[in-house]
């Protein structure tokens, strides 16, 4: 039996930078299956707002893309939206928007307060709505969010700042630390295959997602917008996501992380691939289907056509497909309970 305590973080790198990956991702399946068993946890996704006052080059959703159709869900269609999903047996949801200044922490806040009135305490809310003050992360937590979710996106500076038009990594690092400090089960992560990007870049972001003690990873291949600043990059392999997964499984065991939608974006069976590379979670989309087409961050994104609801069947005959078995718990971080 192997264990990544059994590998010190040099010998985990030196796994990672082997030409051939599969002892890496043979390893990191087994310690996901050491620690989750066979589950696959379900989170389902809600993109209420693709307003955003941000104007990152790699989004299409930034703000200078002046052909995106934006829209903004209200607090009565969200709170449907999530009766639904509880109907369903959905048991955490994520609310992810751009920085929308329509939808300020306090607006945001009073939204998460009324779902608890009416649903209750039991199921998990995650927010990812950007870069807030401490105050605000107080006024959000405080009136019932668990779970809040932030991508630093590249761990190198120069990168960072070149790509989000001179904005500062490190304030959004401290951002992320004072959301830990505070209490939330935290989220960060990074995409592969950024111009410029080297391969201790990438094991830079793993090694950043250790330091900053993160709970849930997310990690996933960039691809290029057309109607964005980097629309002419060349796309990178998915490999390089898939093998970022197996070294964030081997530095954090107890990490949830999801085998994202852009990594089937790019094969039909990457989510697969993911899985089976140490991911331990699924994200069906549930955003009202009418909007689901105007939040696209990268083109191509499957699944589009057909409410997240209809695509939990699919969920669970891909993960029996690998043995696996689609889970509707909570599903805390042990990382963050402490299990």
């Known amino acids: 039996m192997f264990m990544s305590k059994d590998l010190s973080q040099e010998e985990i790198l030196e796994l990672?930078?082997?030409?051939?990956?599969?002892?890496?991702?043979?390893?990191?399946?087994?310690?996901?299956?050491?620690?989750?068993?066979?589950?696959?946890?379900?989170?389902?996704?809600?993109e209420f707002t693709n307003y955003c006052s941000c104007d990152c080059h790699y989004c299409g959703i930034s703000r200078s893309n002046l052909g995106v159709n934006r829209y903004r869900?209200?607090?009565e269609t969200l709170m449907s939206v999530i009766?639904?999903?509880?109907?369903?047996?959905m048991n955490t949801f994520v609310l992810q928007g751009g920085e929308?200044?329509?939808?300020?922490?306090?607006?945001?806040?009073?939204?998460?307060?009324?779902?608890?009135?009416?649903?209750?305490?039991e199921f998990a809310l995650t927010l990812s709505c950007g870069l807030k003050s401490k105050e605000e992360y107080a006024l959000m937590k405080e009136a019932g969010a668990n779970r809040y979710l932030m991508r630093f996106e590249?761990?190198?500076?120069?990168?960072?700042?070149?790509?989000?038009?001179g904005k500062s990594l490190e304030r959004r690092l401290q951002g992320l630390r004072d959301l830990h400090d505070m209490g939330w089960e935290v989220g960060s992560g990074y995409m592969t295959g950024l111009p410029g990007e080297t391969e201790e870049i990438r094991i830079n972001n793993a090694l950043l997602c250790q330091q900053l003690g993160l709970h849930m990873l997310g990690i996933g291949p960039f691809i290029p917008h057309p109607d964005t600043p980097l629309k002419d990059a060349e796309q990178q392999p998915l490999e390089w996501a898939l093998k970022g997964t197996a070294l964030l499984r081997l530095l954090l065991p107890k990490a949830n992380i999801p085998a994202t939608t852009a990594a089937g974006t790019l094969d039909p069976r990457g989510r697969e691939q993911m899985l089976q590379a140490g991911a331990n979670v699924l994200m069906p989309?549930?955003?009202?289907?009418?909007?689901?087409?105007?939040?696209?961050?990268?083109?191509?994104?499957?699944?589009?056509?057909?409410?997240?609801?209809?695509?939990?069947?699919?969920?669970?005959?891909?993960?029996?497909?690998?043995?696996?078995e689609l889970s509707f718990k909570r599903g805390d971080s042990p990382s963050f309970t402490g299990v």
Not at 100 to 116: C, F, Q
Not at 157 to 165: A, H, I, R
């Open 16 to 46: 990672y930078r082997r030409e051939d990956p599969e002892e890496l991702y043979r390893r990191a399946e087994h310690l996901t299956r050491q620690n989750f068993g066979e589950e696959v946890f379900l989170r389902a996704l809600v």
């Open 73 to 75: 869900l209200d607090e």
């Open 83 to 89: 009766e639904k999903g509880l109907e369903k047996g």
């Open 100 to 121: 929308d200044p329509k939808w300020p922490a306090k607006r945001i806040a009073k939204l998460v307060k009324e779902i608890r009135l009416r649903f209750g305490n």
């Open 154 to 165: 590249t761990s190198d500076p120069e990168l960072f700042k070149q790509y989000t038009g």
């Open 285 to 324: 989309n549930i955003t009202p289907v009418v909007h689901k087409k105007d939040y696209l961050l990268y083109p191509g994104k499957i699944c589009l056509d057909e409410s997240g609801f209809e695509c939990v069947g699919c969920l669970t005959l891909r993960c029996e497909g690998i043995d696996r």
